[in-house]
């Protein structure tokens, strides 16, 4: 062999050594695979006919030798990674493992606010002080009770006008009598007093509290969810001597007529929960 081919033969392998480290590359990127094993062996085949010859160029040997200490190098690094990734030790690897916990991780969070976002649901983190929960619901029962209804306002409106202005408004629209219709002049006044009447009316009065249209449980399903309630305190180890049947059922009756608002035409019910190791009652909206 001539040195002119032992040097082309030297510069092909020179390429393939440095396709097959690109594909090596691609490979612990994963990019690639599987790994490169058939261009490597054509680069073995090629530098083992390169063995063969020995040129006498000083130069084209350096070359060779440098080729020879290259792909020695590489096949150790090639070889650590390639058992690192057999026992799934590779950093590549190992951080896409966490990548997909993570991803995990949070999708069982958005599922579990999709689950607890129900704006009935209750805490149990505040379940174990009843009195404390009982206090406030009676304190914003009391606040919206005592706010005055739209309803209320627009009848005391009318009901005002009706007593200051409504008969001067319509005294200017009346027509003067006369006999081409043969109606008495005494029965305008009645018809002016009868169109006057539904101001006053007892029809136009504010609606009743919100308490009595609440649709919440009966007397016998309140004692049922204090029943269960204490049994669910008792097994799971919690207090129940501060817990009576007066205060949890005058509590959950607080809240009815609020949820009854929400949900105009539903029946609400109650019912026992344990969350994260404490006992709650959970409010249900039924169809």
């Known amino acids: 062999m001539t040195p002119k081919e032992f040097e082309i033969m030297l510069s092909d392998a020179e390429v393939q050594l440095s396709r097959i480290k690109h594909l090596y590359e691609q490979w612990f990127q994963g990019i690639e695979r599987i790994e490169p094993q058939i261009p490597r062996k054509q680069f073995d085949r090629a530098l083992h006919e390169l063995r063969k010859v020995k040129p006498r160029n000083t130069a084209l040997r350096f070359r060779f030798q440098t080729l020879i200490q290259r792909y020695t190098t590489l096949q150790t690094y090639w070889r650590r990674i390639a ?32 689950r607890s976002s129900n704006p009935l649901e209750l805490d149990p983190n505040e379940d174990t002080n009843m009195d404390q929960l009982i206090a406030d619901a009676s304190d914003r029962m009391d606040e919206l009770l005592k706010t005055p209804e739209p309803s209320s306002k627009v009848a005391s409106l009318d009901l005002e006008q009706s007593a200051t202005g409504a008969r001067p408004a319509v005294a200017p629209q009346e027509e003067p009598p006369t006999a081409r219709f043969g109606k008495p002049q005494s029965r305008r006044p009645a018809l002016r007093r009868e169109k006057s009447t539904p101001a006053i009316s007892p029809s136009r009065r504010a609606p009743p509290p919100i308490t009595t249209r609440s649709k919440g449980p009966g007397e016998a399903r309140m004692r049922q969810i204090y029943d269960s309630y204490v049994e669910a305190k008792r097994n799971n180890n919690e207090r129940t001597d501060k817990i009576d049947y007066e205060s949890v059922a005058k509590s959950l009756k607080k809240m009815v007529p609020k949820l009854d608002r929400k949900h105009k035409g539903k029946r609400v019910d109650f019912k026992v929960v344990v969350k994260d190791g404490k006992v709650g009652i959970k409010p249900v909206v039924k169809k």
């Open 83 to 114: 058992r690192q990734i057999e026992e799934g030790t590779y950093r590549r690897d190992l951080l896409r493992a966490r990548r997909r916990r993570e991803a995990a991780r949070a999708e069982r969070q958005r599922e579990n606010g999709r």
